[in-house]
């Protein structure tokens, strides 16, 4: 009997030697809250960063489409200096037959065509801008600066767009009249 006395106590003696106290837990969960705080806050402002990152690559990419698109139709036009003013820049593309306007207002740059003979007709009665090639706030401005093309002195036009206020950055082209 006092055999198995002893084996118990024994037995006892150990149980309360493992495991951890109430006060190691609780320093050990507020290591970790703490460092589960820190990792959590420098996931969301990582986040944060890629995603205005991102927003500024989709702003640059679609300027960019915009400044081809537009130097396309450019090369192949017929441009009247007093036409091309600010934000806005009328045309007529002889490769299409139409006459194109490009304009820059609320924030978007858009486009209109219309189906007129020459573009003295496009001076009389200019189209609208009216269908989109930005989304709103992918472009905080743009730009038109240009000469005709008179006798030799073959005209070019300088189109010059800026991304919104946290990209600092500028696409400019220059385009030769044909």
Request: with cysteine; charged share 15%; net charge positive.
């Amino acid at each position: 009997m006092k055999r198995t006395q002893k084996i118990k106590k024994s037995n006892k003696k150990n149980t309360m030697k493992s495991g951890f106290s109430l006060i190691e837990t609780l320093i050990a969960l507020a290591v970790f809250s703490i460092a589960a705080v820190m990792l959590s806050g420098t996931f969301a402002s990582f986040l944060k960063r890629y995603t205005i990152t991102k927003n500024e690559q989709v702003g640059a990419e679609s300027a960019q489409y915009a400044m081809n698109l537009m130097a396309k139709t450019i090369r192949s036009s017929v441009i009247k200096t007093a036409f091309v003013s600010g934000n806005e820049i009328l045309m007529f593309d002889n490769s299409a037959g139409k006459c194109v306007i490009y304009g820059y207002a609320n924030g978007t740059l858009s486009v209109g065509t219309s189906n007129l003979a020459d573009i003295a007709a496009c001076t009389a009665t200019p189209p609208l801008p009216n269908s989109p090639l930005t989304k709103a706030g992918e472009i905080s401005d743009i730009s038109f600066y240009g000469t005709p093309t008179a006798g030799a002195v073959i005209g070019k036009i300088l189109i010059l767009a800026k991304l919104p206020a946290g990209n600092a950055a500028q696409i400019q082209t220059v385009v030769s009249l044909r």
